[in-house]
């Protein structure tokens, strides 16, 4: 069964910088691409980061040079680091993976980032 569980999530200041991690069970971690969404109130769910089992990554332009996501196959963990926090980043965020058997999409749960400022 596949599991995925962001935490790292709360309440920040614009301006901060807060970790989120997703720990993966149920997969070959080392041998999935993983992603990072989110969701604002009112807005469609958008990625926000990518990191292939390559170690290659991709971005949204609204998070370039300020989010960098990361992953630790050994701890099965994909991290997004976030800088530099704005406002308009408050949103749920949740982790993905995709199966390479199935094709079928896993999410995590979600955690919320509110940025105040």
């Known amino acids: 069964q596949v599991r995925l569980v962001e935490s790292g999530g709360g309440l920040v200041q614009v301006g901060g910088s807060p970790r989120l991690s997703c720990a993966a069970s149920?997969?070959?971690?080392?041998?999935?691409?993983m992603n990072w969404y989110r969701q604002a109130p009112g807005k469609q769910r958008e990625l926000v980061a990518g990191?292939?089992?390559?170690?290659?990554?991709n971005y949204a332009d609204s998070v370039k040079g300020r989010f960098t996501i990361s992953r630790t196959n050994i701890k099965n963990t994909v991290y997004l680091q976030m800088n530099s926090l704005k406002v308009e980043d408050t949103a749920v965020y949740y982790c993905?993976?995709?199966?390479?058997?199935?094709?079928?999409?896993?999410w995590g749960q979600g955690t919320q980032v509110t940025v105040s400022s």
């Open positions: 990191i292939a089992r390559s170690g290659s990554t």
């Open positions: 993905k993976t995709r199966s390479r058997d199935t094709t079928r999409d896993y």
């Open positions: 149920g997969i070959i971690f080392s041998n999935s691409d």
